[in-house]
Each structure stands twice: as C-alpha cells, then as structure tokens.
C-alpha cells in the first residue's frame, strides 16, 4: 500500500541544502509501518519525493519513488500509495501509443499515463490511492487523492511551496509545520462530522475525495475531477440487479490481482459475505483458492453475548456457515478484552490515528490487533466497508425522525449515543467551542453540496441527500479507521463497495427500489441470493462486534483516575472534575456497553493525544 511524502520549495535550491537528507530520511522513517518493504528519496532542485514500500505487485520491480527520463535528463517522478485496478488495460493503451516499460507495476502505467494525457489522467484511473507526481518540464506538484478518499493525504502550504505526506505524523516531522489546534479544530475532532478537507490542525488539510491539486511557483490550483452527479435512473428493478451484480464481479475480480497472499474480512453479515463469496468464485475460475478468511470475536463472547439495540446475534456462527457454504480457508481471531487496554496497544493505535481516537471507543484497538494477527498470514484483504452508506443499511436510513431531522441522521436521537463523548467536558467549554453550531454549519455545507435531479419527488429527494451525507462525510470516518489500523501493521485492506462505477450507478437508483422488499439493502441481498447460506441472507444488519466484558470498562476507569491524580495532565483543563472524579469511582455492572464509556474514552484519548503530540490548543 504504501506511504509518501515530499515537499517544493520555489524559493531554496533544496538539492544543495544540507538538512535536506535528514529530513527527507526522518519524514519517510514515519511511514515505515505503512511500507516496512523498501524505501526510497528522490530530489531535485525544487522538489523532495519520498517513499515507503509495501510491495503488492511486481515486488521486485515496482520501487519508488519511479522517474522517467529522456536524454539522460528526468522528467517526470513518482510517489505513489494505493492500487489501480484497471492498470493492464491502460498499460495496453500506452503500449499502443508508444510507451516502453521496464516493470509489471501499476505505478509505472500511473507515471506514463501521467506524461501521455496530462493531469486529464485521472480520469481514467480505477482504484484506491493518493500520489504526487513532479513535474521537472514545468517544476510543476501534481497530488491527486482517490474518487472516494480511500487513502488519505495531507499537506501544509509554506510560503514558498507546500509539504505533503499520507499521514499527519509525516508533516509534523518537517520544522515549517505547527502543531496547533483553534477552536474549529476541536470541534473537528470532537464531534462526528469529519468535513472534507479538513484536518483539525491548523494550517493543515487533506487533499479532497476525487480532488487534484497543482503546485506551481505562482500558487496552488484545486480541481474536483470527480464527485457525485444526479442522473435519471432508467432501468427496471430486474435489469438494475444484474448491473448490480455484474459490476460486483468486475469488481471484485480486479481486486483479486496480488502477487502476495490475500484475504477477505469476514463478519457473517451480508456485505463481508458477498465480497468472500466473490472472491471464493473469482479464485476458482482462475484455478486458485481456497480463498482464506477472517473473522475477529472475544474470547468470551459466545457465553457473555448480550443482545442491545443493534446487535441482535454475534457473528461467528454466520461467518462459519459462510466459510463453509464457500470452502474458505476460515480462521477466528480471539481478543481478550484486557488487550483492548494494554498501553502498548493504546499506545500504536494513537500513533496510527495522529488524531484522538474517540468514537467507536474499543473498537480502534480491536481492529488494530485483529489486522495484526491477519497480517502473520496475508498482506491483502478485502472489505465490506461503504455497503450500508451506498445500498441503505443503517436504521438511520429507515428511521423517519432520522430522516426528517434538519442534521445528519446519525446524531439524531437513537443513533447519536453511540458517537457522543462530550459528557467530562467542561461545560464553560463546551459553551466556548459551540459544538452545535458547528454541526449545524456544516450540515447546511454538506446540503448544499448534494446533486439535484429536477422535478425529483420531495421523498427521493431526501433519500438522495441522506445517501449523499453518508457517502461523504460518514463513510469517511469509516475509511479513516480502517486505513490507519490495517496501515500500522503493514496490511492493505481494499473495498470494493467504493469502486466509483458502482458508487455512481447504486446512488442514483430510487429510494423506492433500493427497499423493494421493505428492508434494508434490498439490492444487494437480491444481486447475492445465489451466493449466500439462507441464513447470512435474511440476517439482519449487525455492526463490527464491540466487546461487553466489564473489565475493559474498569480498565478505562483506573486509567482514568490516575489522569485526574497527575496535576499536569494536560487534559484536566477541559474537564468536568467533579464528574470526571464521580466516572473514575464508578462501580462495575454486568456488561459495559460502549456508549456507557464514550466519555470516558473522549477524556483519555484527548490527554494521550496532547502529551503526545505536544498539541497546542488556541482555543
């Protein structure tokens, strides 16, 4: 999968500059978890490129950062992180038109694509990444982000240039870059919102979902090469699951191609089922397989499972069924509970996220050591994220509070305990930071970002802004996650549901069709029947398993209060002590529910964020 960093400077000759190795070294050491298999560091006179190496395809030949030169003289370089799906297509394309390679590798048909069509390139690609490409004919930056913001990208503008890496932790390393929050920044952070573009500190942003960036002596230039559109959806309900299912198998096909062993993700539920079941038919067409599979639980789990609002059964007996309905290579990862608190894994989820951690509470260290014990057996995986934003399988979605409240859906009423975690803030503070006027901000930004199909009836029209709301600022959050746990480990983790064909095509098809059969994912389950145990078809939607052992929360608690006895715990300012004090005293129940610790989970990730990272708050 890969990480990349670089920088231009139109005002230093960065090629003479003696710090320049060092930094260059120090800022691609960051990443070394996102590629543990190469490394490399291009330069030029105005411009640093480089690469942490996660080798996938042409292991041997595809190193970075990649250059092209003519007459002995570069002329182009690139960084790359991701998969192009579609790359021997456009290699053949090329090959037609002239271009010569030197590899098997998709990042050398990115390069020449790049110098055959210009930045019109993007266009063409099919995939997941974020890459920068130099330019030395022009001493033009080109940085490029994924359709659906699959792989993150930030960067920071300097006077003189900009800096630019994969993760947050890349920039701080470079000394142009601060590490302060103001008061929308910690808004940001704090609430589920996630806005594109932003990325709480600062003076930093990420580059958007489907956005090109052009850094030129003259300034910077954004363009938008993709994003949702509105179009009349024409076909029958028949005809529409075909062209569901068929692009399924293209899919999942394309993302088949690793010349490293690979795996599937699998819960049970009908979207990591249908992606496992695919996959089980792509591999045996092609004489290969079993395909392997994975499935994560608690140790406890089949004797402690308690039944709440979301997850009605657990998911091991499914995800056995399916692994047997298909012949998978199955396995189960078993937590311990008392993992999820282990300082050390805290500690490298924190450094994976650059960020505080705090929704989805125990969830980000379960998915960090789930990935990890994936990784001993497989370096690719595929995954069933983005399914509930695209075909409708949140409750949210069927919900008609949700639906007709005037915010997003998913901090309404029934859904938003699960990402509240504001209960110890300061109430002074929370009044300063105004986190529902935040929300209400850019809810009305989202909105108005939302596609119109004219004389769209007033119910399909709201359908489309909730799947909208969903595609661009919900699932974001989901595919952050998943991309800096499965990264920390050296695991690329691809999703199919985010290929933009299907993206494009599922958003468009009408409310009313995409619940033909009064429930949630009516598409989906139709275009997969024949794939799908009965059982793992008519079950209903179930979240990624969260662990329930009262241990865990007591573990939370006991941290806790030794936060609140350390007088300069640099969280103590932003906090309710007196309700802080009364949590940490808390006596254990039976089962802890995750949206009973949300608090207390805010409180602790903020104050290992702002000692680790030495944030400053200007607030």
Not at 121 to 130: E, I, S
Not at 302 to 322: I, K, N, T
Not at 563 to 575: E, I, N, S
Request: glycine share 8%; aromatic share 8%; with cysteine.
């Amino acid at each position: 999968m890969c990480g990349i960093v670089g920088w231009v400077d139109y005002e230093h000759e960065l090629s003479s500059d003696p710090s320049l190795p060092a930094t260059a070294r120090s800022m691609t050491d960051t990443l070394a978890c996102r590629g543990p298999d190469d490394e490399g560091v291009f330069t030029a006179r105005r411009c640093v490129l480089g690469h942490r190496r996660l080798s996938i395809i042409d292991r041997a030949g595809g190193a970075q950062p990649m250059t092209f030169a003519a007459g002995g003289t570069t002329v182009a370089a690139l960084t790359f992180c991701g998969e192009v799906y579609n790359f021997t297509e456009l290699r053949a394309e090329l090959e037609a038109a002239g271009h010569v390679f030197r590899t098997r590798s998709d990042t050398e048909v990115v390069l020449h694509a790049y110098l055959e069509w210009g930045e019109q390139f993007v266009d063409r690609l099919n995939g997941m990444y974020a890459f920068g490409v130099w330019d030395a004919r022009t001493e033009e930056l080109v940085l490029v982000r994924d359709r659906m913001g699959v792989k993150p990208l930030y960067y920071h503008r300097t006077p003189h240039g900009l800096v630019f890496g994969s993760e947050l932790k890349a920039l701080f390393t470079h000394p142009s870059v601060p590490r302060s929050v103001d008061r929308e920044g910690l808004c940001e952070a704090l609430d589920m919102v996630k806005t594109p573009g932003h990325a709480v500190f600062s003076g930093i942003n990420e580059v958007r979902p489907g956005e090109v960036l052009r850094i030129r002596r003259q300034g910077v230039l954004a363009r938008r090469y993709w994003r949702l559109e509105a179009r009349e959806h024409t076909e029958s309900l028949t005809a529409t699951i075909s062209t569901v299912r068929g692009l399924l198998e293209d899919i999942v096909s394309r993302q088949l191609v690793s010349d490293v062993p690979l795996c599937s993700l699998l819960s049970g539920g009908l979207d990591s089922s249908a992606v496992t079941a695919l996959a089980a038919r792509g591999l045996k067409e092609r004489g290969e397989g079993p395909v392997r599979s994975f499935a994560v639980d608690f140790a406890d789990a089949g004797e402690g499972f308690a039944p709440d609002a979301v997850r009605a059964s657990p998911d091991a007996p499914f995800a056995r069924e399916l692994a047997a309905h298909v012949g998978a290579d199955h396995s189960e990862v078993l937590l311990d509970s008392a993992e999820l608190a282990d300082p050390a894994v805290r500690a490298a989820v924190l450094r994976a996220t650059d960020l505080p951690p705090a929704f989805w509470g125990d969830m980000w260290p379960s998915l960090y050591l789930l990935f990890r014990a994936v990784r001993q057996r497989s370096t690719v995986a595929l995954s069933g994220e983005s399914a509930d934003e695209l075909f409708g399988g949140y409750l949210w979605f069927r919900n008609p509070n949700a639906v007709a409240a005037d915010t997003f859906p998913w901090l309404t009423s029934g859904s938003a305990r699960y990402f509240g975690g504001l209960g110890l803030l300061d109430q002074g503070l929370r009044e300063k930071l105004d986190i529902p006027g935040y929300r209400d901000a850019r809810y009305r930004e989202a909105l108005a970002e939302v596609p119109v199909l004219p004389g769209e009836e007033a119910r399909e029209r709201r359908m489309r802004e909730i799947t909208y709301l969903n595609l661009t600022r919900f699932v974001q959050t989901l595919l952050d996650r998943k991309d800096r746990m499965s990264m920390a480990v050296g695991l690329e983790v691809r999703v199919p549901f985010c290929d933009h064909r299907l993206v494009e095509y599922v958003s468009n098809v009408p409310w009313a069709m995409k619940t033909f059969d009064g429930r949630e994912k009516s598409l989906l389950r139709a275009a997969t029947a024949d794939l799908l145990p009965s059982s793992v078809l008519q079950r209903a939607k179930t979240p990624y398993p969260a662990t329930l052992d009262p241990r865990y929360a007591q573990a939370l608690r006991t941290e806790l209060a030794g936060v609140l006895a350390d007088p300069d715990a640099p969280v103590r300012p932003l906090l309710d002590l007196g309700k802080a004090r009364r949590a940490a005293d808390r006596e254990a129940s039976g089962v802890s529910r995750p949206y009973d610790r949300g608090s207390v989970e805010m409180a602790l990730w903020l104050d290992a964020w702002l000692r680790r990272y030495g944030v400053s708050l200007e607030i």
